[in-house]
């Protein structure tokens, strides 16, 4: 079934954003837990719950950009996050036909070497392309056959054991001392903290650029 944002009523907007503002403003917006005791994350703030899938009833937003911004959201700095998921839910636009915006995300993080630098690394580079070729497709509303998808899968499965063995190696080559290691676990904080921000202003931008469908929003 297709997915229109907000079921095309500007009401179910309004609500859902008052209910988050009410959330923040009461120092409610946490990381670490779904709902508990009128506590949670971005996502259980939004449905007071813990199943993603409720984003498609309540809001007609796809589960996986539910998923996109429940992780970007325990990876931001913490007052950046408390302000997230009120930033997701005002750039979403009653309407919306955002059915592509995880398949154009995912290509971006496997073509964007600043925001994921290991997808040029000799051991991952031809794997990490072959899939970003199929998703690329899908980006545009092109749906692959069995055998490109399979393919692609392997890839990605490639890429994911490349990658590991990789940084395992790169781990082992730089861990001479308990300093280095600090050293190094401090700027890979540093890094994907800095990587989350940016694949929040990624995943904002494309949203944002996604058009209306052709019909009128319901006025509350």
């Known amino acids: 079934m297709k997915l229109i944002a907000y079921h095309n009523d500007q009401s ?7 209910q988050l503002q009410a959330h923040y403003d009461a120092d409610e917006i946490v990381k ?9 994350c971005a996502v259980g703030c939004a449905i007071h719950s813990n199943n993603h899938m409720d984003y498609e ?10 998923r996109l911004e429940d992780t ?14 009120i930033r997701f839910m005002t750039a979403i636009q009653p309407g919306m036909d955002l059915s592509l915006v ?15 630098p290991g997808i040029n690394h000799p051991l991952v580079k031809d794997a990490v392309a072959q899939a970003a070729q199929v998703i ?18 392997s890839a990605c499965k490639v890429a994911r054991s490349a990658g590991l063995a990789a940084e395992l190696a790169v781990s082992a080559d730089s ?3 308990a300093r280095s290691v600090a050293r190094l676990e401090a700027a890979g904080k540093a890094a994907w903290a800095a ?6 202003d990624k995943l904002i931008e494309l949203i944002e650029a996604t058009p209306t469908a052709n019909t009128t929003a319901t006025k509350e």
């Open 12 to 18: 179910i907007k309004n609500a859902v954003l008052l």
């Open 32 to 40: 670490g837990q779904y709902w508990e005791e009128g506590k949670g």
């Open 57 to 66: 009833k309540l809001f007609g937003i796809h589960v996986t950009l539910a």
């Open 72 to 85: 970007i959201f325990e990876g931001l700095r913490h007052d950046i996050a408390k302000e997230w998921p």
């Open 102 to 116: 995880s398949w154009k995300f995912l290509y971006w993080m496997l073509t964007d070497e600043e925001v994921n």
């Open 136 to 153: 690329c497709s899908i980006s545009k509303g092109d749906m692959p056959n069995i055998e490109t998808a399979e393919s692609a899968e």
């Open 175 to 177: 861990a001479d001392s």
């Open 195 to 200: 990587a989350d921000a940016r694949m929040a």
